[in-house]
């Protein structure tokens, strides 16, 4: 499943490496709240690889809502989520049916993501996953540790029991972060079987470096309003993950020896001070769609 928003030649890419994988998906649900036409095209121009590419234009705004959306018109029983700016491995679709296939229930499982070569002035890593250690991670593991939402596989019944992306988090939202942060941690809470495997690899188109600065302020203002959002809902570990979270990126300022990680572990942090702000001032979460009858 794959969200767009007017990215014509990063949305070819990705299809393309996913339709030339050693394993084809059952459907590829492509989510689009830009124009539908030049993504229309780019649908239609590889049909014929056998694949059935579902074209489903998204009204309500934010990747959470197309992520939603997507999952909702999915037919399989697990869904494999990737960013349109995303190049999947070739072993991308293999390696997730594998690890659901090994799965005795519900399975989340995430996986490295490494930064694709620069390109012009996008020269900088963003959310990058480079353990190659496999884990299956605790229900208390901070959801940072579980992974990145540009890269992972899901129980699609799991997704949707516990209410799937909550629509006021994430880009495009006004919380504009954290959408993946919340959707892992309350399906750890839910007791689904949290994996990290190393195999299951994306890699990610690098940022300019202005967007860089900005996405380490709303980094931080999506955890920041995750954890109200938790706190608001009586979830009693919130305290714990906030506490955790500042603790690392104190560590990383402390550890720092250039000025500019000090500037952007500066910049996290008072992105989550303001989103502690917005997420304590917003309404409680209302889930848009949920299990199946």
């Known amino acids: 499943m794959i969200s767009t928003l007017d990215r014509p030649r990063t949305l070819a890419r990705c299809l393309d490496a996913l339709l030339a994988g050693t394993r084809l998906p059952q459907e590829v649900v492509v989510v689009d709240q830009g124009d539908p036409v030049p993504t229309r095209e780019v649908l239609e121009a ?62 989340l499982v995430t996986g490295r993501v490494l930064p694709l070569p620069p390109e012009g002035e996008r020269t900088l890593a963003l959310s990058t996953r480079t353990s190659t250690q496999r884990a299956v991670l605790p229900p208390t593991a901070p959801p940072w540790q579980v992974g ?61 470096p202005q967007e860089h600065r900005l996405r380490r302020w709303t980094y931080g203002f999506g955890v920041g309003a995750c954890v109200a959002s938790w706190l608001r809902e009586g979830d009693r570990s919130a305290l714990r993950i906030l506490g955790a979270w500042v603790l690392m990126r ?9 000025p500019g990680t000090v500037l952007d572990e500066g910049r996290v942090l008072a992105g989550t001070v303001h989103g502690l702000w917005h997420g304590a001032r917003t309404s409680p979460r209302r889930p848009t769609i949920g299990p199946p009858p």
């Open 250 to 258: 104190g560590r990383r300022v402390l550890r720092a020896r250039r």
């Open 148 to 208: 990145t939402g540009g890269n992972f596989s899901v129980t699609r019944a799991a997704y949707l029991a516990v209410g799937g992306n909550d629509e006021r988090l994430g880009t495009g939202a006004p919380g504009r972060a954290g959408n993946d942060l919340d959707l892992f941690h309350r399906l750890q809470r839910a007791g689904v079987e949290t994996r990290y495997e190393p195999d299951l690899v994306v890699l990610h188109e690098r940022a300019l």
């Open 46 to 107: 590889r049909r014929a690889a056998g694949v059935p590419l579902v074209h489903v234009t998204q009204p309500r705004r934010g990747l959470s809502a197309s992520q939603n959306s997507g999952v909702e018109h999915s037919r399989s029983s697990a869904v494999a989520i990737v960013d349109d700016d995303c190049v999947p491995d070739s072993r991308w679709v293999e390696v997730a049916a594998r690890e659901h296939s090994t799965a005795s229930g519900s399975l």
